[in-house]
């Protein structure tokens, strides 16, 4: 079972940008869709942005513009670039598979984005 491990969050002004990290325990090149998600307190997990093996991306709306997925299969690694910070994208951010696995004990604790107005 691969582990992961988020990394990157913190807190940054409206306008700022971060880049989020996530290190696999064991290969990811076989996971063909791969995603960043987030939880918001109070809300359920959304995908905001998905890459397939073959690089093709995808972005909910509301990120779309402001954020950049990116996967390096050799360093088993997904990155998460994320500029143009509003508010509402304060938010625990997660990595996985797409899509996200059922059980609880299968995501990593994520890493924590607050962005102040």
């Known amino acids: 079972q691969v582990q992961l491990v988020e990394s990157g969050g913190g807190l940054v002004q409206a306008g700022g940008s971060l880049r989020l990290s996530c290190a696999a325990s064991?290969?990811?090149?076989?996971?063909?869709?791969m995603g960043w998600y987030r939880q918001a307190p109070g809300k359920q997990r959304e995908l905001v942005a998905a890459?397939?093996?073959?690089?093709?991306?995808n972005y909910a709306d509301s990120v779309k513009g402001r954020f950049t997925i990116a996967r390096d299969n050799a360093k088993n690694t997904l990155y998460l670039q994320m500029n143009s910070l509003k508010p509402e994208d304060t938010a625990r951010y997660y990595c996985?598979?797409?899509?996200?696995?059922?059980?609880?004990?299968?995501w990593g604790k994520g890493t924590l984005v607050t962005v102040s107005s």
């Open positions: 996985n598979a797409d899509p996200g696995p059922l059980r609880s004990e299968d």
């Open positions: 890459i397939t093996s073959y690089g093709t991306t």
């Open positions: 064991t290969s990811i090149f076989s996971i063909k869709t």
